[in-house]
């Protein structure tokens, strides 16, 4: 039987930041993920430079050969309002293909790859764990995203609707007379809100690349609103009249506070799998990593004792990054909330201090240090 000091369950930006925070501090660890890589993960694929700093990205060595798309201005709307772009004089983010950024990460991370192989059993043995009958180890950590399954064993069946938004998208290189014909610009991603503001659809130009999605809390009908969605933007000619109609779906949770119940005796939970994504955005990848870096100085700490008791610090410390639950009353009408928001949509002050800055590129969150 093999074993390792830790094994994480699940190769995307949280599993790999982790390994490679713990593999530079001497441990040897194993990432488990049932896909092979490189593989697609449904994402606009937007990060901020907070993510790439946290990453410590050698951006030269990464643009060899992959997409690495400045963006340096947003142009923001209302679904069926006025448009508002905003510019900044600085790179404000980055446009990235998920297929490249989570296979470079993994690579990287120096761990032992076991790729193409799910998460089968893990059984509890005197204080460790023996995962898939073949590997024994002291920690298991649920990286797998948002239907993880290490998380079961950690959360049980705790509810995950409420805050769960589901997305759908596409991402295809456009031939050349689709680039000619798209009217989006790499460096200016556009976001397209929705009126009752419980969702925004985007279209995200990176290289030859267009990446058009619809992402919304709890929406029954999903597909209908992003066919809808993408014939706006027809109509509207900001995209190619041909762009695929074969939509790839998927769900994640919306920060709601760090419950302890992110760790058990010998196992934790970081990224999607602990539901960590800026509910004001959707961002995901940002507090990912975070959690991963979190997570790798309590491991670090608690010296080989992992139980729960000297897990806790981890989640205790992601609420002080995180912060608490916003638990404040929603006193305004619908109806009230649409007029005002649309105007507040249409002000270029609003949309630069608030929407962008504060809400999508968490200016004001300090990078973990
Ligand atoms: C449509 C959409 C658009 C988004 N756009 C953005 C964006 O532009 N910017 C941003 O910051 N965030 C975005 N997000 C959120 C972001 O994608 C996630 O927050 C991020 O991928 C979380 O990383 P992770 O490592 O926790 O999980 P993941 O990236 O989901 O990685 C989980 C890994 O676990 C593996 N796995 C799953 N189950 C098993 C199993 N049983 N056994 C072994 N391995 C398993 C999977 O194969 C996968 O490789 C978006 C999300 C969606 C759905």
Redesign the pocket.
């Known amino acids: 039987m093999d074993s390792c000091d830790v094994i994480i369950?699940?190769?995307?930006?949280?599993?790999?930041?982790l390994a490679w925070k713990l593999r530079k501090r001497g441990l040897d660890v194993v990432v488990?993920?049932?896909?092979t890589?490189p593989?697609d993960?449904?994402?606009?694929?937007?990060?901020?430079p907070a993510?790439t700093e946290l990453l410590q990205l050698d951006k030269d060595d990464y643009s060899r050969g992959r997409v690495l798309q400045e963006i340096n201005g947003f142009r923001t709307s209302m679904i069926g309002g006025a448009e508002v772009v905003t510019r900044y004089e600085r790179t404000a983010s980055y446009g990235i293909r998920?297929s490249e950024f989570?296979h470079y990460l993994l690579q990287r991370s120096g761990a032992r790859l076991r790729l193409g192989?799910?998460?089968?059993i893990m059984k509890r043995n005197n204080g460790a764990w023996i995962v898939n009958d073949d590997v024994k180890t002291p920690l298991v950590i649920g990286?797998?995203?948002?239907?993880?399954?290490v998380s079961r064993f950690v959360r049980g069946n705790e509810e995950k609707k409420p805050s769960a938004?589901?997305?759908?998208?596409v991402e295809f290189e456009m031939d050349a007379s689709q680039q000619l014909e798209c009217q989006v610009e790499g460096d200016t991603p556009e976001l397209f809100f929705c009126e009752d503001l419980k969702g925004y659809g985007?279209c995200?130009r990176k290289g030859n690349f267009l990446?058009i999605?619809l992402?919304r809390e709890d929406e029954p009908n999903l597909t209908e609103q992003m066919k809808s969605f993408v014939e706006y933007l027809k109509v509207r000619e900001r995209i190619p009249s041909n762009v695929p109609t074969h939509f790839?779906?998927?769900?994640?949770r919306l920060y709601k506070g760090a419950s302890q119940n992110l760790v058990d005796d010998n196992v934790m939970l970081?990224?999607?799998?602990?539901g960590?994504?800026?509910p004001k955005?959707?961002?995901?990848?940002?507090?990912?990593v975070e959690?991963?870096l979190t997570a790798a100085e309590v491991i670090l700490s608690a010296a080989g004792d992992y139980q729960r008791s000297k897990l806790l610090e981890y989640p205790l410390q992601l609420a002080e990054r995180l912060g608490q639950e916003d638990s404040s009353p929603d006193i305004l009408p619908q109806s009230v909330k649409r007029f005002m928001s649309r105007k507040l949509m249409e002000s270029k002050w609003f949309s630069r201090r608030v929407l962008l800055d504060r809400w999508f590129l968490n200016t004001h969150r300090p990078v973990l240090s």
């Open positions: 369950v699940g190769g995307g930006p949280a599993g790999s930041t488990l993920d049932k896909s890589f593989r993960k449904v994402c606009a694929g937007w990060i901020t993510t998920r989570d192989e799910p998460l089968k990286a797998g995203g948002h239907f993880c399954p938004v589901i997305a759908q998208e985007w995200v990446n999605g992402g790839k779906g998927h769900a994640y970081i990224g999607d799998a602990a960590l994504a800026y955005s959707g961002e995901g990848i940002r507090p990912a959690s991963a």
